[in-house]
């Protein structure tokens, strides 16, 4: 049987969010369906027992999630987020969510980090330490699992909003209930969430029947540069500046696009190499099995899961990237 969650859940933790008054939740930067939906259903949760929260976000919610119940919750406004602070006095605690080290908190993160205590909680493998009080568990499918057990350990009521929000966390990072850490437990929670009205072909739809057509003109474009190596084992595509003028498409429409050639049998690991204005490349990884690119990422300075992991870089082109990143793979799966 699952052990209740409030002796998986540090003590300490529970003691800080109990203890506060105000709480301020942040996540990484560039927040996927996992990060957001985590940030607006914890949001709730801690209303629900009498908390008053702020959600800061580095940038508008994507146009990909502006379907979540509660997202103009959020704000950007730094002016807003000091007065908050202010307010709260010494009853403040920060929470990070969803975030791997403290530098994902994005531009903020040395002002976020120098309030205490900090509270965090992520399922990243890579984690790097950070914060005063911390629950990683890196064999949760998502941080909205995490969320959900923080819930039931608050004994804090799940709204409608809220298990809304937490099925699209889960499912978005658990790549709809396949990846390796979806549990038992992954779908006990899923099925509390339909209990509560979510409707997953709704959700479905939103996540996935959404498309632009500048986005398939980008995929189309994007799926021309596949590039196999390794007897088939290894897939690269990337994505550049030029196509995404050419096909109008922004580069939030990019998002799921590695999965397209991990897909295919052969492929033990996708790499997705973006192009992300000046200068900046960002690479995607996707791995099958036992392959850890988690690792791969490290090397670069990145980080995720064993399965799904990435890092950023600036100065290089898309050809001496795929060129490093194919040598590190190759080390990794020989
Ligand atoms: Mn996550």
Same mark, same amino acid.
């Given at each position: 049987m699952n052990e209740s969650p409030a002796r998986i859940i540090p003590e300490p933790l529970l003691t800080e969010l109990r203890g506060a008054s105000h709480v301020v939740l942040l996540t990484h930067s560039h927040p996927d369906g996992d990060a957001l939906g985590s940030l607006f259903a914890c949001a709730a949760i801690l209303e629900g027992i009498g908390k008053t929260v702020f959600c800061f976000l /580095?940038?508008? $919610?994507s146009h990909h999630y502006? #379907?979540?119940?509660?997202?103009? &919750? !959020? %704000? *950007?406004?730094l002016d807003e987020y000091h007065r908050f602070v202010a307010a709260a006095g010494s009853n403040l605690v920060m929470v990070g969510l969803d *975030?791997?080290? +403290?530098? &994902?908190?994005?531009?903020l993160k040395d002002e976020f980090l120098c309030i205490e205590p900090f509270v965090v909680i992520d399922h990243h493998r890579s984690h790097r330490p950070f914060g005063t009080v911390s629950w990683v568990d890196?064999? &949760? %499918?998502?941080t909205g699992e995490m969320i959900y057990e923080l819930a039931v350990a608050l004994q804090a009521p799940i709204s409608y909003p809220c298990a809304y929000n937490l099925y699209v966390a889960i499912c978005t990072d658990s790549g709809s209930f396949r990846y /390796? *850490?979806?549990?038992s437990r992954t779908m006990q929670i899923a099925a509390a969430l339909l209990d509560m009205g979510v409707r997953p072909e709704e959700v479905g739809s939103h996540l @996935?029947?959404? @498309?632009?057509i500048e986005r398939l003109k980008l995929m189309e474009m994007v799926l021309s540069t596949i590039a196999l190596f390794a007897d088939d084992q290894i897939a690269f595509m990337h994505v550049t500046d030029e196509m995404l003028r050419q096909s109008? !498409?922004?580069?939030? =429409? $990019?998002? +799921? #696009?590695?999965d397209l050639p991990r897909s295919? #049998?052969?492929?033990k690991v996708a790499v997705l190499i973006k192009e992300? +204005?000046?200068g900046a490349i960002a690479v995607s990884m996707r791995a099958k099995g036992?392959? =850890?690119?988690a690792r791969v990422a490290k090397e670069f300075d990145g980080g995720g899961h064993r399965n799904a992991a990435g890092f950023r870089l600036h100065g290089k082109t898309v050809d001496e990237v795929r060129l490093a990143v194919k040598e590190a793979l190759c080390r990794v799966l020989s």
């Open positions: /580095e940038e508008p $919610v502006d #379907f979540l119940p509660e997202k103009d &919750r !959020a %704000s *950007c406004d *975030c791997g080290d +403290g530098d &994902r908190l994005g531009k890196p064999c &949760r %499918s998502s /390796e *850490c979806t549990t @996935y029947d959404k @498309y632009s109008g !498409a922004s580069i939030q =429409d $990019v998002e +799921g #696009f590695v295919l #049998f052969s492929v992300t +204005g000046n036992q392959c =850890d690119v």
